[in-house]
């Protein structure tokens, strides 16, 4: 009766996705819905493929998830991922029943699945990860996630026993998830730029989560990633098992080392019992080994992005040479940072997660870090909260817009139903008006923009508005070469 239950669930999702095929609506979460609906357990009672792997945390789940899904195909395995449709429990059903015969049968090898933080307390019951990557825990949107320690908590409450947790080390909130289960860390040696104070607005954990004294931070890259200890109780980060270092953003490489039984330690007070080293703390340091690996872009962000790829196959037991052709034949996904050379200007489509305090400031500081003259088109307006509930601004005043106030950004352009929140905040930043414009509407953005010679032309977009940033980019391209044909090169990037 029950598998009765199950087949026609998968039935009747699999004619909803026929039905959306031929009506044109594709990655919806409609057939998982569908399916949960008649067989709440579905994925429990799914035969899934031999390994799953999941990926969580707060920011770059989907790169993570796409090269590790590039990289196993480029072995020739056969993937069942959900990077088309959602990462909460109805998108991968959709991804499992799309990937099933009729039989209810998986057809491929491996699952490789991005998981919603909150999502795992429904999901891991009835799904257990054989693997869980964790790259960082920080704060997301307020509405949805509440603070990063509550989400730890969510993710502790609901890991399944068996579950082996890839960590990122120098996140003392994801690495002390689940402190029970096997697991590795990985994490960047110290780096030119890092510095001791946060220079954020949003610094999550600045207490000790064991006894609440003041943590210490050794070095810190941003916000509250970085190597941390405290003085009173001597918890501190934990000891990394693949270390990356020399991030060379010339030959665009950096170096991984590989240590099973890490045995440094860069707390300077004596070591406490550590619930966070499960994997042989005490033993010698063992074979382990160091390789070169390619970076996507010169962003620290994927560098630990690559990292965790890298130290992810590492645990599967693929050797560090293997992992490095994989990862050569892997390209980055398109849709998230795309680059095009146009009459001598760059134009740049960046996802600069909205709702995501942290995140933007990311990809804040790294494009006010790049060399150059700028202009920034300002479009991560939440297009689909005004449909369905009240969207809180606050993570506007925990943004570092303050990144942008930079001579070399010439213009930023706001735009969309947040434009006049985006000014506001600007003008906070310091910021000048004669460095701001305002466009209502965002498909009439592009002719503000003064285009000054040589520069890049940034459009940072959110999440809900990644068709309509394309848009936006072709509208960029029609204004360049409308111009570049009026005016001779002479006479451009003059006007203020
Ligand atoms: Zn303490």
């Known amino acids: 009766m029950k598998r009765l239950k199950f087949l026609l669930a998968l039935w009747c999702a699999k004619l909803s996705v026929i039905a959306l095929k031929v009506t044109g609506h594709r990655g919806t979460d409609f057939p998982g819905r569908v399916a949960v609906k008649i067989c709440p357990d579905f994925l429990h009672q799914a035969r899934l493929p031999s390994r799953i792997l999941g990926v969580t945390g707060t920011n770059g789940k989907t790169t993570v998830c796409n090269l590790l899904i590039g990289m196993l195909r480029a072995d020739g395995k056969k993937i069942l991922d959900n990077n088309q449709g959602s990462n909460t429990i109805t998108g991968l059903t959709t991804a499992v029943l799309r990937d099933m015969s009729l039989g209810g049968r998986s057809r491929s090898d491996v699952a490789v699945l991005e998981i919603d933080e909150r999502s795992s307390r429904v999901v891991f019951p009835l799904m257990a990860p054989d693997f869980l ?10 509405m949805r996630n509440g603070h990063p320690e509550y989400i730890s908590r969510v993710l502790t409450n609901a890991m399944p026993e068996k579950t082996k947790l890839i960590l990122n080390g120098d996140d003392l909130i994801a690495s002390n998830v689940a402190p029970g289960n096997p697991r590795v860390y990985y994490g960047i040696e110290s780096m030119p730029g890092d510095v001791k104070e946060c220079i954020n607005l949003v610094n999550d954990l600045q207490i000790c989560p064991r006894c609440h004294s003041i943590l210490e931070y050794t070095s810190r890259r941003y916000h509250h990633i970085g190597r941390a200890f405290c003085p009173e109780c001597g918890f501190h980060s934990p000891r990394l098992h693949y270390t990356g270092r020399d991030v060379n953003e010339k030959e665009m490489t950096f170096d991984i080392d590989y240590r099973p039984h890490p045995v440094q330690d860069d707390a300077p007070v004596q070591r406490q019992a550590d619930p966070g080293n499960a994997a042989g703390a005490e033993a010698p340091a063992g074979d382990g080994w160091t390789h070169r690996f390619r970076i996507l872009n010169e962003s620290v962000f994927n560098v630990y992005n690559v990292l965790a790829a890298v130290s992810y196959l590492s645990e599967l037991g693929y050797a560090p040479e293997r992992i490095d052709q994989l990862l050569q034949k892997t390209e980055i996904v398109k849709s998230r940072f795309q680059v095009e050379k146009m009459g001598g200007y760059s134009v740049i489509k960046q996802m600069s997660k909205d709702r995501n305090a942290l995140g933007s400031s990311r990809a804040f500081d790294y494009v006010s870090g790049l060399p150059g003259d700028k202009e920034l088109i300002l479009m991560m307006n939440n297009l689909s909260d005004a449909a369905v509930w009240s969207e809180n601004t606050c993570w506007l005043y925990d943004c ?11 213009n930023i352009i706001v735009t969309g139903p947040r ?12 910021i000048d008006d004669d460095r701001i414009s305002f466009v209502h509407d965002e498909i009439d953005a592009p002719g503000a923009l003064r285009l000054y010679e040589g520069e890049s032309i940034y459009v940072l977009y959110g999440t809900d508005s990644i068709d309509l940033a394309d848009q936006v980019v072709a509208r960029v ?4 070469s409308q111009r570049t044909k009026d005016a001779p090169a002479a006479e451009r990037g003059t006007a203020q």
């Open 133 to 142: 990557l964790i790259n960082n825990l920080t704060r997301d949107s307020i």
């Open 400 to 410: 570092d817009f303050e990144f942008l106030n930079k001579d070399n950004i010439r």
């Open 419 to 430: 434009a006049k929140d985006y000014y506001l905040r600007l003008k906070m930043a310091g």
């Open 477 to 480: 391209k029609e204004v360049i």
